[in-house]
């Protein structure tokens, strides 16, 4: 027997529909170069039927990609909905990311619109030229001045012109709706492409109260750029509850972040560890002058959280971060850290330790971990093994790209992630089995780098490991064995490699070394490598 229910498709119209009957009055507030923008869920929504009507006039339909390339901003967010309500796909280009690898992005989405901060158009400009599919460029002019032609079309004249679209196409709930490549993996980077199902059902778990939570009486700031990882669900979440969001832009430092946070009376904010962590020193520093009372939660993610900084806002702000886990691939909730009743009134240290765990997997995601010939491991909260997850939000293959193979087993994802799990069913991650130097929650290959270094004539091997690092989380170490007779400095190994790479990028140090220790089918052991220099004095 099947039941009688409509077959409604869950799609983000309808999200959209509920912000313009329900939500109009709630504000969207943005930081900008040219001060604090406002207006509210009304106007919004009328904007994104203007930029619907645009889009389509020039040209975008039902699949096409519509790329971003901008700071978190209430004209970003605008393209957040319009492309995937007109059954375009946005595309979050992280401006970031060196321009090799967004030319690679770009190229390989086959993006044919892209949206351009005007801030950001030196940065846009130098892989313009090799940007094969993109027809038009529209510039976002958060600088307020008049859009130059030469650089594209001006975003608010578009609007200006174009009458808001009425309606909606009628689009299947498992067509796509947005697009985001992981970075930082060996190799070019892959794609991810989220259909408007997997968000909508993401966006209903999320709001849950032992998820993040989130109300019509939150106000949202979300830290995390709108470009990594649809900014974890969280605007998508506040459109559907009705919060207030407030958008940093690109002024992403403490004592531009705390002002906005009193203003505006912020209760909610996601962020990684490295900003969360420089915002609490800062807010401890300048206690007297901010009064950030309204502060309800936090969310952690994209590397671990710090005890010190778990400990920390807790002792001197009385708010708990609440730790969570995700990838670009699961949407990306995975984990959430809900403390379950009965363990409310541990120990403080126990307590702690119990936060500090990456958390319970959100409904419908399952997880599992493995052992290296895929056998399930015991949940006893010792064993750990590879973390695999299964759900309607996590990935089921990587746009146009071959390396599926390696990435799923048994219809699970395998992360990559090494974790244990404990009979509550918390997982802890404990290590991954990629070597990725994971700095300010973004990715840098290791490999990538090694074999830039290895390039030098003078240079025999070369290994980078991430390092722990006080601001950063980790920075990358390159550890150069170098040829018989050679005579190398530092200086030289950066200045070898320093074109090549997006300063970031770089590494902080660069140590002289014997030999690289192998693995015993010859690969590097980096494990050991690690262990070595873990306790590295980085220059200052
Ligand atoms: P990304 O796709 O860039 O969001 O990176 C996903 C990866 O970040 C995961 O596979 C983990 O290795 C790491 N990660 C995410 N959240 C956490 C967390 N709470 N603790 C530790 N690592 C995390």
């Known amino acids: 027997m099947r039941g009688l229910m409509?077959?409604?498709?869950?799609t983000l119209t309808t999200i959209l529909e509920r912000a313009r009957r329900l939500h109009r009055k709630r504000?969207?507030?943005?930081?900008?170069?040219?001060?604090?923008?406002?207006?509210?869920?009304?106007?919004?929504?009328?904007?994104v039927d203007r930029l619907r009507t645009a889009l389509a006039g020039l040209g975008v339909g039902p699949g096409d990609r519509v790329a971003t390339f901008a700071w978190n901003s209430y004209r970003h967010f605008e393209v957040y909905f319009a492309a995937p309500c007109m059954s375009a796909v946005i595309h979050t280009l992280n401006v970031r990311l060196f321009p090799d690898q967004l030319v690679y992005i770009a190229n390989h989405a086959q993006d044919k619109v892209v949206l351009v901060d005007a801030t950001l158009l030196p940065l846009f400009n130098k892989i313009r030229p090799q940007l094969t599919s993109i027809q038009h460029v529209i510039v976002l002019p958060d600088d307020g001045k008049p859009v130059d032609p030469a650089n594209g079309l001006d975003y608010e004249e578009l609007l200006a012109r174009s009458a808001p679209a009425s309606d909606y196409p009628a689009i299947d709930e498992n067509a796509a709706a947005g697009m985001c490549y992981t970075s930082g993996?060996?190799?070019?980077?892959?794609?991810?492409?989220?259909?408007?199902?997997?968000?909508?059902?993401?966006?209903?778990?999320?709001?849950?109260a032992d998820m993040m939570g989130m109300t019509a009486k939150d106000t949202l700031l979300a830290i995390v750029p709108l470009f990594h990882a649809n900014a974890w669900g969280l605007p998508y979440a506040a459109v559907m509850?009705?919060?207030?969001?407030?958008?940093?832009?690109?002024?992403?430092?403490?004592?531009?972040?705390?002002?906005l946070m009193e203003t505006?009376?912020?209760?909610?904010?996601?962020?990684?560890?490295?900003?969360?962590?420089?915002?609490?020193?800062?807010?401890?520093?300048?206690?007297?002058?901010?009064?950030?009372s309204s502060l309800g939660r936090i969310f952690v993610g994209g590397s671990a959280c710090p005890r010190s900084l778990m400990e920390g806002f807790r002792r001197d702000f009385g708010v708990w971060i609440s730790h969570a886990w995700g990838m670009t691939e699961t949407t990306p909730i995975g984990t959430v850290a809900a403390i379950k009743p009965h363990l409310e009134n541990l120990p403080p240290e126990e307590e702690v330790g119990l936060r500090l765990k990456q958390g319970l997997p959100a409904p419908f995601v399952e997880i599992r971990i493995v052992d290296e010939s895929g056998k399930r491991l015991p949940e006893d909260g010792k064993a750990f093994g590879e973390l695999q997850v299964r759900g309607p939000w996590i990935v089921s293959g990587y746009y146009r790209d071959p390396r599926d193979a390696e990435s799923f087993q048994d219809g699970w994802f395998r992360t990559g992630d090494v974790a244990n799990i404990d009979p509550e069913g918390y997982l802890q991650l404990v290590d991954r089995t990629k070597d990725v130097v994971k700095s300010g929650g973004e990715w840098i290959s290791s490999v990538d780098l090694e074999n830039a270094i290895m390039m030098h004539p003078q240079v025999l091997e070369a290994a980078v490991i991430g390092v722990s690092h006080p601001k950063w989380q980790e920075r990358p170490l390159a550890c150069v064995v170098p040829k018989p007779g050679a005579t190398l400095t530092p200086g030289d190994i950066i200045a070898a490699i320093k074109d090549r790479f997006a300063t970031w990028w770089l590494p902080n140090d660069v140590v002289f070394i014997e030999a690289i220790p192998k693995t015993s089918v010859g690969k590097f052991d980096k494990k050991v490598l690690r262990d070595r220099f873990k306790d590295h004095q980085w220059p200052e």
């Open 6 to 10: 409509m077959d409604w498709p869950l």
């Open 27 to 47: 504000e969207i507030v943005s930081r900008t170069p040219l001060g604090v923008h406002r207006y509210s869920y009304g106007d919004y929504v009328e904007r």
């Open 185 to 208: 993996t060996t190799g070019n980077p892959k794609g991810v492409v989220y259909s408007h199902r997997a968000i909508v059902l993401h966006t209903m778990v999320q709001v849950g």
């Open 241 to 259: 509850s009705g919060a207030k969001m407030v958008w940093p832009g690109a002024f992403l430092q403490p004592a531009d972040l705390a002002p």
């Open 264 to 292: 505006e009376r912020v209760t909610l904010v996601g962020g990684v560890p490295t900003i969360i962590g420089a915002l609490y020193q800062y807010l401890r520093e300048n206690k007297s002058k901010h009064d950030i």
